[in-house]
């Protein structure tokens, strides 16, 4: 990779798991030529946003309670073309996002869930499988279209679900894999290295 670093503007509203194992990806070297740009919330008190201070990150909050989606939006679209933002990484963001934002960052939005997509979009994406019954359980980054946990995938990981789980723990490995799957799914597409046909995402040196 060569040029100027990848800047990744993440988006969350909680606790910010998938983007401190993010962080410590690039700290550790295991993503070289790209940074956090900017960390952005929607509720003013997410632990993830302190932690991101905490770690001298820039940080930025647009509350959006009360607010309509399509205003609330341009702020955030603002805030991340102010910081040069290349690639939105949506982590744990507990927000629709309105069809003009999606349009903006056109195949530049990823969005990680928890459960092998298309099966188990919307919320509670691990219980609705564990509740299933499903045998294999995991995770799926995608690009973010117009429709809820619908857009082209970059990769996904599975877990065999064990007679022994409970929804927590079938949670708590899922966790472990997302926390590996979103920043192997940011170096695939930071090196630029593929393609999207149709639905499908290609990585060139699979040609
Ligand atoms: C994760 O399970 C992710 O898949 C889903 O929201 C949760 C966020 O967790 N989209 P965290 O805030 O990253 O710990």
């Known amino acids: 990779m060569s040029g100027s670093p990848l800047r990744l503007g993440v988006l969350l509203s909680g606790r910010g798991s998938n983007f401190l194992a993010i962080a410590e990806a690039i700290r550790s070297g295991r993503l070289p030529g790209v940074e956090i740009a900017v960390v952005i919330s929607n509720i003013a008190g997410a632990p993830g946003l302190s932690a991101a201070e905490s770690l001298g990150l820039s940080t930025a909050v647009f509350v959006s309670k009360g607010r309509k989606r399509a205003e609330h939006d341009t702020d955030v679209a603002a805030s991340l073309h102010e910081h040069n933002v290349d ?3 949506l ?4 927000r629709l996002l ?3 934002f999606i349009a903006a960052f056109h195949n530049r939005i990823l969005n990680i869930h928890p459960s092998l997509l298309p099966a188990f979009p919307g919320l509670d994406a691990q219980h609705q499988a564990f509740d299933y019954g499903v045998k294999i359980a995991g995770c799926t980054v995608h690009f973010v279209d117009e429709h809820l946990d619908h857009g082209v995938i970059v990769l996904q990981r599975a877990i065999p679900v064990l007679d022994t789980d409970t929804a927590e723990t079938l949670s708590a490995r899922i966790l472990t894999e997302e926390h590996i799957a979103y ?3 940011i170096a695939r ?3 630029g290295e593929y393609e999207i046909s149709g639905r499908r995402y290609l990585r060139r040196d699979s040609f």
């Open 87 to 89: 690639l939105v990484i």
């Open 91 to 94: 982590a744990g963001y507990m």
């Open 98 to 100: 309105s069809p003009e």
């Open 183 to 185: 920043s192997e799914a």
């Open 189 to 191: 597409v930071a090196s």
